[in-house]
Every structure is written in structure tokens, then in C-alpha cells.
């Protein structure tokens, strides 16, 4: 069972938005800005999208974007495309003894 | 580029041990303010972290298996280790070796799947 709880799948329509949420405590997602999204397409590595809750790495599509309130922190997809199909991870760093915590993982189905 | 290479020996036998190791290439592993990872992810399953190392050797355990898991770094060969002790097929995964900077990964390896089987 995974720290942080994210939906195990979310769908939207090609162009349309869609939002995955990533749900935590005080001791991690609310009380720290250091969560990170991950989109992992089937048979590749994790790749960086969104890191300190909503800072995009050069490269990224503007299309990507995070937020938190409280204890949870959300990723936005904007104008989605077939390639944007993937699953997504949010990790956020702990105080607790296990320095890093995950979401399950998101199944995004672009329809 | 940053690039990260993970080796792994595919099978291994269940109570014995597993080592990897993760070759960086494109950049320094002593460099500041850089830490190294190792996550795995069981088939159909998703990411786990399984323990980080900073430039310095400063070393932290998921604690669910932190019994069994030693993590190194080897800047004369620009490489860090991992090391898992007693496998069971829980342990199949595959494993991927990442860069930490400040608080997230950003460079990751493309993976190596490990399989315990007797």
C-alpha cells in the first residue's frame, strides 16, 4: 500500500484538461514543497515533468502543470495528446523514516 | 548528457545475493550537490524507492528493507552499487538507477529487469 494516494486511472479526450491528485500528509506532501510528478510510458523509465510541487524542467510541455493545497498535490494536463497516454507517479520527500514516499501511480487514457 | 547505465545480472537464485551497479557517464558522481538513487518496480507494479546516496556517502534505506540493502559510491569509477541480500521472487523488479537534485530525480537509467528464480 503506497504512502501517498493517487486515482488509479483517469481518462480524458484529445485537447481537452485533466487532473491527477496526490493526496499525503503533514509529514510529507503538506509539509514540504518537494513533490515531483513522473510520467512513465509502458517499458521505459520514469521521466521528470513537474518537481518542488510546480516547477517544469526544461523541456517539458508548458502543457504540464502543479499545484498543492493542503495535504494534496495535483498535475494538470492541458490540450492532451495521444502522447500524453502514460502512467504517472508523484513522490514527495518525507520526514518520516523513509525519506521518499510514492503515489500508486495514475493510468492516464487519452480517449 | 547525463547518462545512466544500469548493470545487472538478469537471474538470480533465491537467498543469495543481488548486486548492481549504475555507471554515470556525462558528469562527475562526486559533484555537488548530487545525490544517486535506486528504485525498483515489480512487474505490473508500480515505483518503489529502495535507497539514495549523496556525493559524500551519506547513505539513506527504504526501511522496509533496510535489513538487507547496502548502497555505495565509487567516484574513481564514477559508479554507485547497490547491494540486496537474501532475494526472494518478491525481489524481481526491475531496477532503475536515478540522479537526486535537490529533492527530485532528473536523470534516470533505462532500467534492468532482475529475476529471482530458483
Known amino acids: 500500500q503506497s504512502a501517498l494516494t493517487q486515482p488509479a486511472s483517469v481518462s480524458g479526450s484529445a485537447g481537452q484538461s485533466t487532473t491527477i491528485s496526490c493526496s499525503g500528509s503533514?509529514?510529507?506532501?503538506?509539509?514540504?514543497?518537494?513533490v515531483s510528478w513522473y510520467q512513465q510510458h509502458p517499458g521505459k523509465a520514469p521521466k521528470l515533468v513537474i518537481y518542488?510541487?510546480?516547477n517544469r524542467p526544461s523541456g517539458v510541455s508548458s502543457r504540464f502543470s502543479g499545484s498543492k493545497s493542503g495535504n494534496t498535490a495535483s498535475l494538470t494536463i492541458s490540450g492532451l495528446q495521444a502522447e500524453d497516454e502514460a502512467d504517472y507517479y508523484c513522490?514527495?520527500?518525507?520526514?518520516?523514516?523513509?525519506?521518499?514516499?510514492f503515489g500508486g501511480g495514475t493510468k492516464l487514457t487519452v480517449l | 548528457q547525463l547518462q545512466l547505465q544500469e548493470s545487472a545480472p538478469g537471474l538470480v537464485k533465491p537467498s543469495e545475493a543481488l548486486s548492481l551497479t549504475c555507471t554515470v557517464s556525462?558528469?562527475?558522481?562526486?559533484?555537488?550537490?548530487?545525490?544517486w538513487g535506486w528504485f525498483r518496480q515489480p512487474p505490473g507494479k508500480g515505483l518503489e524507492w529502495v535507497a539514495t546516496?549523496?556525493?559524500?556517502?551519506?547513505?539513506y534505506y527504504n526501511p522496509s528493507l533496510h535489513s538487507r540493502i547496502t548502497i555505495s559510491i565509487d567516484p574513481s569509477n564514477n559508479h554507485f552499487s547497490l547491494r540486496l541480500n537474501s532475494v526472494t521472487a518478491a525481489d524481481t523488479a526491475v531496477y532503475y538507477c536515478?540522479?537526486?537534485?535537490?529533492?527530485?530525480?532528473?536523470?534516470w537509467g533505462q532500467g534492468a529487469l532482475v529475476t529471482v528464480s530458483s
Open positions: 556525462g558528469g562527475s558522481i562526486s559533484s555537488s550537490p548530487y545525490y
Open positions: 546516496i549523496s556525493y559524500r556517502g551519506s547513505t
Open positions: 518542488d510541487v510546480s
Open positions: 536515478a540522479r537526486n537534485l535537490r529533492y527530485h530525480y532528473d536523470f
Open positions: 503533514s509529514s510529507d506532501v503538506g509539509g514540504y514543497d518537494f
Open positions: 513522490i514527495s520527500y518525507s520526514s518520516t523514516n523513509s525519506l521518499w514516499v
